[in-house]
């Protein structure tokens, strides 16, 4: 059986390196000391799922749970008729019942661990890479190999295509990349699933169709001509940064970070055309993906050929990192660079073990995360949710457990070396995604970790350990600042550094806005109301920039509000998440329905798209289209209900009107599984516009907050 591992050091692998002692990082083990009533359970979450896999496409993350220990009896959580208002009492008890089991999945080293999984390109690079190194074999084991093919099965669509992400209609993309990926696994040209997909990529003319990044990596396995493929030169480097010449607005230095680390080693593996050494395996291959003879192909022509389905966006450092590497894309590829520079160098053996911190095995199979995780994101959103719930004394040594893993996931240093040589934004005092090892700075993961860190800091020592530092917090706040834009809002990793008209010429096809680092209404919210809570305990630090940075925000904020009152999420689906924090952003300003037409607006377009059930239910086709797209089930989804609701409490809606909100509440409670637990609906995050990806801790995390409040604020008559 598969064994969730914590803060493992992988035997003591001499290549690992680690900041702080591994904390946080997430690897999985197999090992053969499973009881036959563990065996049969696993096989019982396996076939089920596996038998619903076209009607609910994304796991539970049922083998976490089943190993998680219960050290506390479960609360049955209340139930209340619809059309009534919970009590005060009521909704105690079901944040009590929802932490009672959410504490029961916390980790040792104090973050919650989950399934950051989703998008489906992802692990067939992970796996071109292994192969093309030679080492496929010795990383992966038999187990390894097996759940894999057990998670392309589950995502194959019912036409033989896969998707983009697992929700998502097949393209060519998705295809040809997990094709090739269960070839590489061992399955057999006449495997029922291999046909089927071999035939849906010939029925679309074929994988010289397939969008660049496709193109790239077939082009390194050897099934796909280098002259195929659309230029990244590595000289495109040696362009003037300077601004005033012109061309050094759209130097790659000046890209959103995502898009520069995987195109800084994707122009090395262009330039110097690196291609695996050709295999039985890899000619059969070659021959199976295209409708016409290998040696025939046009490949000129085939530069530009784009599938319909893929066609979102129309063409017109290790050492840091510790060797996990920004992202799951850009870790393959520079492992890739340095066993094409050197097969035996200390940095290739250096990311070996790394390849582990991205697998992840849910009951659909093992999969390839979207990050080494989200467990810092995860774990400050939880604090926050506990404390808002009033639920501080009773989970005093679950938030002492977080508190730790807060603390020792902050960035300490800037990354090493000249920060402008390696384009690189300041870090030190930042709180990264995941962990401390991984270390990248972000502007809203930084703010959230600030929140938390101040939420902590309000409790006694003796429940959940010392503060930290002011110095430390000063430090934070540093970097938060730093990260505003002209516009008046904040981007991700680093400030904007040019413009969209560089869009224009963004390669991918598949997704959207990733040419430069933008501003966000989320990234906004979340770093106007850290800088708040931080400058009503220490108004003495930086106020009048504080007090600046805030009033340019709110600008920002409503510049970005839509006639209707909507915003747009770029991170969550959708527009239910960002009124969350749209209405977030105009509270720090006192603003409410009654005095706010912003706010006013915001919430009336909410109470637009709420249910019959009293919740919300928005579809990942929002993102795609930038329009509000309802699921097609009757009842809602609780993430949705929970984001909603929080922003209908910080509109201050409930002085307005309280029966939505109490339909809300109710929904929430109704929804509640009887352990404390709710149910894993339709993927809940996006990026890029085009990809879904999943927070399995998010089902957990936003009831907690959303009834927590909802009692402090309406059902206890404030």
């Known amino acids: 059986m598969w064994k969730f591992v914590s803060a493992g050091n992988s035997g003591s692998h001499p290549w690992l390196r680690s900041v702080n002692d591994h904390a946080g990082r997430q690897t999985w083990e197999y090992v ?12 019982r979450l396996q076939n089920g799922f596996t038998h619903f896999r076209h009607k609910q496409k994304h796991s539970s993350d049922e083998l976490l749970r089943m190993q998680s220990s219960n050290p506390r009896a479960h609360i049955k959580p209340p139930k209340v008729p619809q059309g009534k208002q919970p009590t005060g009492a009521q909704c105690q008890e079901s944040a009590r019942a929802a932490m009672y089991f959410y504490e029961t999945l916390q980790s040792h080293d104090g973050h919650w661990p989950g399934d950051y999984g989703g998008p489906m390109f992802l692990m067939p690079g992970l796996i071109i890479t292994l192969y093309v190194t030679g080492v496929i074999d010795t990383v992966l084991s038999v187990h390894h190999k097996r759940e894999m093919i057990r998670y392309l099965h589950n995502h194959q669509n019912l036409d033989g295509g896969f998707g983009l992400h697992i929700e998502g209609l097949s393209t060519m993309f998705g295809t040809v990349l997990s094709y090739v990926s269960l070839r590489l696994l061992g399955s057999g040209p006449e495997d029922a699933a291999v046909e089927h997909a071999r ?22 396995l050897g099934v796909y001509s280098w002259d195929g493929m659309n230029p990244t030169p590595p000289e495109m480097w040696l362009l003037p940064y300077a601004p005033w010449t012109g061309i050094g607005l759209a130097h790659p230095g000046r890209y959103w970070c995502h898009c520069r680390m995987v195109y800084l080693p994707m122009s090395y593996m262009y330039g110097k055309r690196g291609t695996c050494k050709e295999t039985p395996l890899t000619a059969a291959i070659r021959g199976e993906l295209y409708t016409q003879g290998y040696d025939s192909i046009d490949w000129n022509a085939a530069r530009n050929q784009c599938a319909k389905e893929d066609l979102y966006y129309p063409h017109p450092k290790d050492e840091s990192t510790r060797y996990i ?32 911190d991205y697998l992840w095995v849910a009951e659909d199979g093992m999969k390839m995360q979207g990050y080494n995780g989200s467990q810092l994101w995860d774990t400050s959103f939880a604090v926050q949710a506990i404390t808002a719930a009033g639920l501080a004394p009773e989970f005093g040594d679950c938030l002492r457990r977080a508190h730790t893993y807060i603390d020792a996931s902050q ?24 962990t401390g090892d991984h270390g990248w700075p972000i502007s809203d993961c930084s703010a959230d970790g600030l929140k938390a860190a101040l939420a902590l800091a309000e409790l006694d020592d003796d429940l959940v350990g010392p503060a930290i530092p002011d110095e430390r917090l000063f430090d934070c706040v540093n970097v938060i600042l730093s990260f505003q834009n002209a516009d008046g809002g904040w981007s991700t990793y680093e400030n904007t550094r040019s413009y969209p008209v560089l869009e224009t010429i963004n390669p991918s096809e598949t997704f959207g806005d990733i040419l430069i680092d933008y501003s966000y209404v989320e990234l906004s919210s979340t770093c106007m109301s850290a800088l708040a809570k931080f400058n009503r305990k220490y108004p003495g630090h930086r106020e009048g920039e504080i007090s600046r940075a805030k009033r340019r925000g709110r600008e920002y904020i409503l510049g970005m509000q839509r006639g209707d009152g909507s915003w747009y999420g770029s991170w969550g689906v959708c527009f239910t ?13 006192q603003e409410s329905v009654d005095n706010s037409q912003a706010q006013a607006k915001a919430c009336d377009f909410l109470i637009s798209k709420q249910r019959k059930d009293g919740g919300w239910a928005e579809s990942y086709l929002s ?14 989804h609780v993430v949705n209900t929970a984001w909603a609701l929080l922003a209908l409490l910080a509109g201050g809606y409930h002085k307005k009107d309280r029966q939505p909100l109490d339909a809300a509440a109710c929904c929430l409670m109704n929804s509640q599984l009887s352990n404390g637990d709710w149910p894993q609906q339709h993927i809940s995050g996006v990026f890029n516009r085009n990809c879904m990806i999943t927070y399995a801790n998010y089902r957990n995390i936003f009831p907690i907050w959303a009834l927590g409040k909802y009692k402090a604020l309406v059902s206890s008559g404030e």
């Open 411 to 434: 960035v300490r240093e800037d990354c090493p070396g000249n920060l402008s040589r390696w384009y690189r934004h300041i870090s030190k005092g930042a709180w990264p995604f995941s």
């Open 199 to 220: 035939a849906w990529i010939h029925k679309g003319g074929g994988a010289t169709y397939i969008t660049s990044w496709g193109k790239f990596w077939l082009a390194v």
């Open 577 to 589: 998440y960002a009124a969350w924090f749209g209405c977030e952003a105009l509270a720090e300003f």
């Open 32 to 43: 053969d000391t499973a009881t036959p009533e563990e065996k049969t359970e696993i096989e």
């Open 623 to 636: 993102s795609q289209t930038k329009e509000y797209h309802q699921l097609p089930e009757d009842s809602s």
């Open 325 to 356: 590497c920004i992202g799951p894309v850009n870790k393959a590829i520079n492992m890739l660079c340095c066993w094409f520079e050197d097969p035996d160098s200390e940095a290739f053996k250096r990311h070996v073990p790394r390849v582990y």
